[in-house]
Protein backbone atom coordinates (compact mmCIF):
# COMPACT_ATOMS: atom_id res chain seq x y z
CA UNK A 1 0.00 0.00 0.00
CA UNK A 2 1.51 3.31 -0.61
CA UNK A 3 2.55 5.92 1.58
CA UNK A 4 2.82 9.39 1.88
CA UNK A 5 5.91 9.73 2.20
CA UNK A 6 6.52 8.29 -1.47
CA UNK A 7 5.60 12.33 -2.37
CA UNK A 8 7.70 13.75 0.18
CA UNK A 9 10.52 14.06 -2.27
CA UNK A 10 12.13 17.48 -2.67
CA UNK A 11 9.89 20.45 -3.88
CA UNK A 12 7.14 17.42 -5.11
CA UNK A 13 4.76 18.82 -2.02
CA UNK A 14 4.55 22.18 -3.72
CA UNK A 15 3.91 20.18 -6.76
CA UNK A 16 1.48 17.68 -5.72
CA UNK A 17 -2.57 17.73 -4.85
CA UNK A 18 -4.36 15.99 -3.05
CA UNK A 19 -7.72 14.01 -4.71
CA UNK A 20 -10.20 13.03 -3.09
CA UNK A 21 -13.92 11.91 -3.69
CA UNK A 22 -12.81 8.92 -6.05
CA UNK A 23 -15.22 5.72 -6.06
CA UNK A 24 -14.43 2.86 -4.45
CA UNK A 25 -14.95 -0.77 -5.45
CA UNK A 26 -16.39 0.37 -8.68
CA UNK A 27 -12.68 -0.39 -10.45
CA UNK A 28 -9.50 -2.13 -10.39
CA UNK A 29 -6.44 -0.18 -8.91
CA UNK A 30 -4.71 0.37 -11.88
CA UNK A 31 -7.88 1.33 -14.16
CA UNK A 32 -8.70 4.02 -11.37
CA UNK A 33 -5.14 5.40 -11.45
CA UNK A 34 -5.17 5.51 -15.09
CA UNK A 35 -8.35 7.06 -15.30
CA UNK A 36 -7.01 9.66 -12.57
CA UNK A 37 -4.02 10.39 -14.71
CA UNK A 38 -5.78 11.15 -18.10
CA UNK A 39 -8.00 13.69 -15.95
CA UNK A 40 -5.18 15.62 -14.88
CA UNK A 41 -3.23 16.03 -18.14
CA UNK A 42 -6.65 17.12 -20.05
CA UNK A 43 -6.21 20.75 -20.42
CA UNK A 44 -9.87 21.42 -20.28
CA UNK A 45 -9.12 20.57 -16.81
CA UNK A 46 -6.22 23.13 -16.78
CA UNK A 47 -4.01 19.31 -16.32
CA UNK A 48 -0.52 18.92 -17.44
CA UNK A 49 2.11 16.63 -17.36
CA UNK A 50 1.59 14.15 -14.72
CA UNK A 51 4.84 12.55 -12.92
CA UNK A 52 3.18 10.05 -10.52
CA UNK A 53 -0.26 9.32 -9.44
CA UNK A 54 -0.07 7.12 -5.75
CA UNK A 55 -3.11 4.82 -5.71
CA UNK A 56 -4.30 3.26 -3.47
CA UNK A 57 -3.19 5.56 -0.06
CA UNK A 58 -3.76 4.41 3.63
CA UNK A 59 -6.97 6.24 3.19
CA UNK A 60 -9.63 5.28 0.35
CA UNK A 61 -10.69 7.30 -1.88
CA UNK A 62 -7.65 8.95 -1.48
CA UNK A 63 -4.71 9.20 -4.05
CA UNK A 64 -2.18 12.12 -4.85
CA UNK A 65 -0.94 13.38 -8.20
CA UNK A 66 2.62 15.18 -8.73
CA UNK A 67 2.65 17.05 -11.72
CA UNK A 68 5.66 18.10 -13.77
CA UNK A 69 4.95 22.00 -12.84
CA UNK A 70 3.98 23.56 -9.91
CA UNK A 71 2.01 25.91 -11.62
CA UNK A 72 -0.61 23.40 -13.39
CA UNK A 73 -0.63 21.70 -9.54
CA UNK A 74 -2.14 26.13 -8.73
CA UNK A 75 -4.29 25.69 -11.82
CA UNK A 76 -5.98 22.38 -10.99
CA UNK A 77 -6.43 23.60 -7.43
CA UNK A 78 -8.19 27.03 -8.73
CA UNK A 79 -10.49 25.03 -10.77
CA UNK A 80 -13.73 24.71 -9.12
CA UNK A 81 -15.17 21.17 -9.98
CA UNK A 82 -13.84 18.13 -11.58
CA UNK A 83 -15.30 14.95 -12.53
CA UNK A 84 -13.53 11.85 -13.12
CA UNK A 85 -15.21 10.64 -16.58
CA UNK A 86 -18.17 11.08 -18.63
CA UNK A 87 -18.19 7.32 -18.51
CA UNK A 88 -17.65 7.26 -14.81
CA UNK A 89 -21.09 8.95 -13.95
CA UNK A 90 -21.38 12.20 -11.96
CA UNK A 91 -18.81 11.67 -9.47
CA UNK A 92 -17.40 15.06 -8.91
CA UNK A 93 -13.68 15.23 -7.14
CA UNK A 94 -12.06 17.54 -4.70
CA UNK A 95 -8.61 18.71 -5.19
CA UNK A 96 -6.76 20.30 -2.60
CA UNK A 97 -3.07 21.33 -1.97
CA UNK A 98 -0.83 18.59 -0.77
CA UNK A 99 0.97 19.59 3.11
CA UNK A 100 2.42 17.78 5.92
CA UNK A 101 -0.13 19.53 8.04
CA UNK A 102 -3.49 18.64 6.54
CA UNK A 103 -5.03 15.24 8.55
CA UNK A 104 -6.11 13.70 5.25
CA UNK A 105 -7.07 10.81 7.53
CA UNK A 106 -9.41 11.42 10.15
CA UNK A 107 -10.37 8.96 12.94
CA UNK A 108 -13.39 9.54 14.52
CA UNK A 109 -15.86 7.88 17.55
CA UNK A 110 -19.55 8.08 17.11
CA UNK A 111 -22.25 7.04 19.80
CA UNK A 112 -25.50 5.81 17.84
CA UNK A 113 -27.62 5.09 21.01
CA UNK A 114 -28.98 7.91 20.29
CA UNK A 115 -31.13 6.71 17.40
CA UNK A 116 -31.71 3.52 19.20
CA UNK A 117 -35.44 3.25 19.95
CA UNK A 118 -36.07 4.94 16.06
CA UNK A 119 -34.64 2.10 14.02
CA UNK A 120 -32.10 -0.84 14.09
CA UNK A 121 -28.46 0.45 15.01
CA UNK A 122 -27.13 -2.67 12.49
CA UNK A 123 -29.47 -1.22 10.09
CA UNK A 124 -28.57 2.63 10.54
CA UNK A 125 -24.84 1.49 10.36
CA UNK A 126 -25.15 -0.82 6.44
CA UNK A 127 -26.70 1.83 5.25
CA UNK A 128 -24.08 4.43 6.24
CA UNK A 129 -21.47 2.06 4.42
CA UNK A 130 -23.87 2.00 1.47
CA UNK A 131 -24.27 5.68 1.56
CA UNK A 132 -20.31 6.52 2.14
CA UNK A 133 -18.13 3.01 1.10
CA UNK A 134 -15.25 5.24 1.32
CA UNK A 135 -15.60 4.97 5.39
CA UNK A 136 -14.41 1.96 7.29
CA UNK A 137 -16.16 1.39 10.46
CA UNK A 138 -15.40 -1.10 13.24
CA UNK A 139 -17.24 -3.61 14.55
CA UNK A 140 -21.10 -1.76 16.45
CA UNK A 141 -20.23 -2.32 20.41
CA UNK A 142 -23.25 -2.87 23.27
CA UNK A 143 -23.29 0.65 24.11
CA UNK A 144 -23.99 2.20 20.33
CA UNK A 145 -20.12 3.42 19.83
CA UNK A 146 -18.72 2.92 16.66
CA UNK A 147 -14.92 3.74 15.49
CA UNK A 148 -14.95 5.52 11.52
CA UNK A 149 -12.01 6.19 9.44
CA UNK A 150 -11.78 7.57 6.17
CA UNK A 151 -10.54 11.28 5.00
CA UNK A 152 -12.17 14.36 6.55
CA UNK A 153 -14.51 15.15 3.74
CA UNK A 154 -16.01 11.63 4.37
CA UNK A 155 -16.27 12.00 8.07
CA UNK A 156 -17.96 15.05 7.59
CA UNK A 157 -20.84 13.61 5.11
CA UNK A 158 -21.15 11.26 7.51
CA UNK A 159 -21.69 13.67 10.27
CA UNK A 160 -23.73 15.66 7.93
CA UNK A 161 -26.04 12.61 7.28
CA UNK A 162 -26.79 11.77 11.29
CA UNK A 163 -27.38 15.21 11.75
CA UNK A 164 -30.17 15.32 8.86
CA UNK A 165 -31.70 11.73 10.69
CA UNK A 166 -31.60 13.58 13.94
CA UNK A 167 -33.33 16.88 12.73
CA UNK A 168 -35.99 14.95 10.64
CA UNK A 169 -36.88 12.74 13.48
CA UNK A 170 -37.12 15.77 16.01
CA UNK A 171 -39.32 17.54 13.50
CA UNK A 172 -40.73 14.78 13.03
CA UNK A 173 -41.69 14.57 16.92
CA UNK A 174 -42.76 17.95 16.73
CA UNK A 175 -45.01 17.88 14.35
CA UNK A 176 -46.85 14.82 15.97
CA UNK A 177 -46.57 16.61 19.41
CA UNK A 178 -48.24 20.01 17.60
CA UNK A 179 -50.94 17.50 15.81
CA UNK A 180 -51.67 16.11 19.12
CA UNK A 181 -52.34 19.34 21.17
CA UNK A 182 -54.50 20.47 18.52
CA UNK A 183 -56.98 17.29 18.48
CA UNK A 184 -57.19 18.06 22.53
CA UNK A 185 -57.66 21.85 21.78
CA UNK A 186 -60.25 20.75 19.26
CA UNK A 187 -62.22 18.04 21.38
CA UNK A 188 -61.95 19.10 24.89
CA UNK A 189 -65.50 17.53 25.55
CA UNK A 190 -63.94 13.92 24.42
CA UNK A 191 -60.81 14.33 26.25
CA UNK A 192 -62.40 14.84 29.64
CA UNK A 193 -64.59 11.99 29.22
CA UNK A 194 -62.01 9.98 28.34
CA UNK A 195 -60.27 10.83 31.47
CA UNK A 196 -63.04 10.04 33.91
CA UNK A 197 -63.77 6.83 32.38
CA UNK A 198 -60.29 6.38 32.33
CA UNK A 199 -56.79 6.37 33.73
CA UNK A 200 -55.41 6.98 30.96
CA UNK A 201 -53.83 10.91 30.39
CA UNK A 202 -56.02 12.96 28.17
CA UNK A 203 -52.42 13.28 26.64
CA UNK A 204 -51.33 10.01 26.83
CA UNK A 205 -50.14 10.15 22.88
CA UNK A 206 -47.97 13.38 23.94
CA UNK A 207 -44.50 13.01 25.09
CA UNK A 208 -43.24 13.61 28.46
CA UNK A 209 -41.46 16.94 27.20
CA UNK A 210 -44.71 18.11 25.82
CA UNK A 211 -46.66 17.71 28.91
CA UNK A 212 -44.16 19.70 30.68
CA UNK A 213 -44.38 22.77 28.55
CA UNK A 214 -40.87 22.50 27.15
CA UNK A 215 -42.28 22.36 23.58
CA UNK A 216 -44.59 25.12 23.81
CA UNK A 217 -41.65 27.40 25.52
CA UNK A 218 -39.42 26.56 22.07
CA UNK A 219 -39.29 28.87 19.18
CA UNK A 220 -36.78 27.71 17.27
CA UNK A 221 -34.82 24.48 17.54
CA UNK A 222 -31.20 23.36 16.12
CA UNK A 223 -29.86 20.27 16.17
CA UNK A 224 -25.83 20.56 15.24
CA UNK A 225 -22.66 18.57 16.30
CA UNK A 226 -21.62 18.51 19.67
CA UNK A 227 -18.23 18.97 18.80
CA UNK A 228 -19.18 21.97 16.82
CA UNK A 229 -21.18 23.54 20.02
CA UNK A 230 -18.67 23.12 22.22
CA UNK A 231 -16.36 24.79 20.32
CA UNK A 232 -18.86 27.53 19.88
CA UNK A 233 -19.21 27.45 23.62
CA UNK A 234 -15.30 27.68 23.93
CA UNK A 235 -14.77 30.94 21.71
CA UNK A 236 -17.35 32.72 23.20
CA UNK A 237 -19.12 32.93 20.14
CA UNK A 238 -21.98 31.25 21.96
CA UNK A 239 -22.81 33.83 24.74
CA UNK A 240 -22.15 36.91 22.43
CA UNK A 241 -24.79 35.93 20.08
CA UNK A 242 -27.27 34.58 22.80
CA UNK A 243 -26.67 38.86 24.22
CA UNK A 244 -26.58 40.00 20.92
CA UNK A 245 -30.02 38.55 20.16
CA UNK A 246 -31.87 38.71 23.45
CA UNK A 247 -32.34 35.19 23.55
CA UNK A 248 -31.83 31.96 25.62
CA UNK A 249 -31.38 28.43 25.36
CA UNK A 250 -31.65 25.00 26.54
CA UNK A 251 -29.46 22.70 25.19
CA UNK A 252 -29.59 18.67 25.48
CA UNK A 253 -26.62 16.94 24.58
CA UNK A 254 -26.83 13.20 23.32
CA UNK A 255 -23.16 12.01 22.23
CA UNK A 256 -22.52 13.04 18.70
CA UNK A 257 -25.63 15.14 18.39
CA UNK A 258 -26.78 18.64 20.51
CA UNK A 259 -30.29 19.68 19.95
CA UNK A 260 -31.19 23.60 21.19
CA UNK A 261 -33.96 25.12 21.88
CA UNK A 262 -33.79 29.21 21.42
CA UNK A 263 -36.27 30.77 23.30
CA UNK A 264 -36.51 35.17 23.60
CA UNK A 265 -35.40 36.14 26.82
CA UNK A 266 -38.80 38.02 28.06
CA UNK A 267 -42.17 37.93 26.52
CA UNK A 268 -42.59 40.89 23.84
CA UNK A 269 -39.53 40.57 21.99
CA UNK A 270 -39.53 40.03 18.61
CA UNK A 271 -39.93 36.71 17.67
CA UNK A 272 -37.59 36.94 14.77
CA UNK A 273 -34.83 37.02 17.26
CA UNK A 274 -35.25 33.42 17.76
CA UNK A 275 -35.02 32.30 14.07
CA UNK A 276 -32.08 34.89 13.63
CA UNK A 277 -29.85 34.10 16.30
CA UNK A 278 -30.99 30.29 14.99
CA UNK A 279 -29.84 31.19 11.16
CA UNK A 280 -26.63 32.63 12.74
CA UNK A 281 -25.75 29.65 14.81
CA UNK A 282 -26.25 27.75 11.13
CA UNK A 283 -24.30 29.61 9.29
CA UNK A 284 -21.07 30.33 11.92
CA UNK A 285 -21.11 26.09 12.55
CA UNK A 286 -21.01 25.57 8.37
CA UNK A 287 -17.94 27.42 8.45
CA UNK A 288 -16.27 25.25 11.04
CA UNK A 289 -17.59 22.31 9.30
CA UNK A 290 -14.34 23.07 6.76
CA UNK A 291 -12.19 24.23 9.35
CA UNK A 292 -11.93 22.63 12.45
CA UNK A 293 -10.52 19.51 12.35
CA UNK A 294 -10.40 16.24 15.24
CA UNK A 295 -7.85 13.93 16.73
CA UNK A 296 -8.67 11.47 19.33
CA UNK A 297 -6.27 9.69 21.09
CA UNK A 298 -8.21 6.12 22.04
CA UNK A 299 -7.25 4.83 26.10
CA UNK A 300 -8.98 1.33 25.44
CA UNK A 301 -6.89 -1.39 25.49
CA UNK A 302 -3.40 0.60 26.67
CA UNK A 303 -1.52 -0.41 29.61
CA UNK A 304 -2.26 2.00 32.80
CA UNK A 305 1.13 3.35 32.35
CA UNK A 306 0.63 4.63 29.05
CA UNK A 307 -2.71 5.95 29.57
CA UNK A 308 -1.55 7.79 32.00
CA UNK A 309 1.47 9.43 29.97
CA UNK A 310 -1.12 10.05 27.48
CA UNK A 311 -3.19 12.57 29.78
CA UNK A 312 -0.43 14.12 31.08
CA UNK A 313 0.73 14.96 27.96
CA UNK A 314 -2.21 16.45 27.12
CA UNK A 315 -2.91 18.08 30.23
CA UNK A 316 0.26 20.05 30.58
CA UNK A 317 -0.32 20.80 26.57
CA UNK A 318 -3.79 21.81 26.73
CA UNK A 319 -2.52 24.76 28.79
CA UNK A 320 -0.55 26.40 26.20
CA UNK A 321 -3.17 25.85 23.91
CA UNK A 322 -6.32 26.73 25.66
CA UNK A 323 -7.08 29.75 23.17
CA UNK A 324 -6.47 27.90 20.02
CA UNK A 325 -7.87 23.99 20.81
CA UNK A 326 -10.74 22.14 22.80
CA UNK A 327 -9.41 19.39 24.75
CA UNK A 328 -12.55 16.93 25.86
CA UNK A 329 -11.18 14.38 28.45
CA UNK A 330 -13.11 11.21 28.63
CA UNK A 331 -12.98 7.87 30.22
CA UNK A 332 -12.36 6.47 27.25
CA UNK A 333 -10.66 8.41 25.01
CA UNK A 334 -9.29 12.12 24.47
CA UNK A 335 -10.58 14.62 21.61
CA UNK A 336 -8.58 17.19 20.43
CA UNK A 337 -10.44 20.12 17.94
CA UNK A 338 -9.25 23.26 16.36
CA UNK A 339 -7.48 24.21 12.88
CA UNK A 340 -5.47 21.09 11.32
CA UNK A 341 -1.77 22.65 11.85
CA UNK A 342 -2.73 23.37 16.07
CA UNK A 343 -4.30 19.56 15.66
CA UNK A 344 -1.14 18.77 13.84
CA UNK A 345 1.44 20.65 16.19
CA UNK A 346 -0.55 19.06 19.59
CA UNK A 347 -0.48 15.68 18.52
CA UNK A 348 2.92 15.88 17.33
CA UNK A 349 4.41 16.92 20.78
CA UNK A 350 1.89 14.66 22.50
CA UNK A 351 3.81 11.83 21.01
CA UNK A 352 7.33 13.65 21.61
CA UNK A 353 6.25 13.88 25.22
CA UNK A 354 5.35 10.24 25.47
CA UNK A 355 8.50 8.73 23.47
CA UNK A 356 10.62 11.14 25.89
CA UNK A 357 9.04 9.79 29.26
CA UNK A 358 9.67 5.82 28.02
CA UNK A 359 12.90 6.47 27.72
Same mark, same amino acid.
Given at each position: ?????????????????????????????????????????????????????????????????????????????????????????????????????? @????????????????????????????????????????????????????????????????????????????????????????? @???????????????????????????????????????????????????????????????????????????????????????????????????? @???????????????????? @????????????????????????????????????????????????
Amino acid at each position: MASVLNVKESKASERTVVVAGLPVGLFSDLLLTTLVKRHFQDIQNEGGVVENVIYPTRTMGIAYVTFKEKKVAENVIRKKKHYLAEKVGPIQLTVSHFSEKV @LISVNAILDLSVFRGQFPLESLVRDLKKKIPSLCFSPLKQNGRISVQGSFLAIKKLKESLLFKASSLLEKNRSCISEAEKRSRQSPRRS @LQRSNNSLESPRSSVPETARRGETAKCGETLVLDTDVFLYLKKNGVYESTLRKYHVLCQERVEGEITTICIKNVRDGLRPNNEKLAKEYFEKYSHALHFE @LRKETFDLEGKEKRERGNIK @LACEQLSLRYHQKLLVNFYKTHIDIIGSSSDVYSFKKEVMKFIRQTVR
